[in-house]
């Protein structure tokens, strides 16, 4: 069983930065792959961003694409999503994801644990 923690999460106006982490319990954690998604009041779940269990892959939504950066540091059990030049269209919860998977996934069915998820909110 894998526990996950995001924080980071806050108010930033419109060009601002923030990083966003994901703590996980469980050892086996650092064999999964990763993946952030998002969603914003009254829309579906957007994918984010995915990471292979050792770094070597990521994917990026175009959205975010050359603004956000996937990384993991798998000795502390935690996936990081630093945000920058962020947009009013951010905001949203942000979601982090696991799956019992070395292999990174964009799909949201694929993943097997989920996070609660931390609002980013990005002001004009």
């Known amino acids: 069983q894998v526990q996950l923690v995001e924080s980071g999460g806050g108010l930033v106006q419109a060009g601002g930065s923030l990083r966003l982490a994901c703590a996980a319990s469980?050892?086996?954690?650092?064999?999964?792959?990763v993946g952030w998604f998002r969603q914003a009041p009254g829309k579906e779940y957007e994918f984010v961003a995915t990471i292979n269990w050792s770094a070597t892959y990521t994917v990026y939504a175009d959205s975010v694409k050359g603004r956000f950066t996937m990384s993991r540091d798998n000795a502390k059990n935690t996936v990081y999503l630093p945000m920058n030049s962020l947009k009013p269209d951010d905001t949203a919860v942000y979601y982090c994801?696991?799956?019992?998977?070395?292999?990174?996934?964009?799909?949201?069915?694929?993943?097997?644990?989920w996070g609660q998820g931390t609002q980013v909110t990005v002001s004009s």
């Open positions: 469980g050892r086996t954690f650092s064999m999964y792959g």
């Open positions: 994801a696991a799956r019992t998977s070395a292999a990174y996934t964009f799909r949201r069915s694929e993943y097997d644990y």
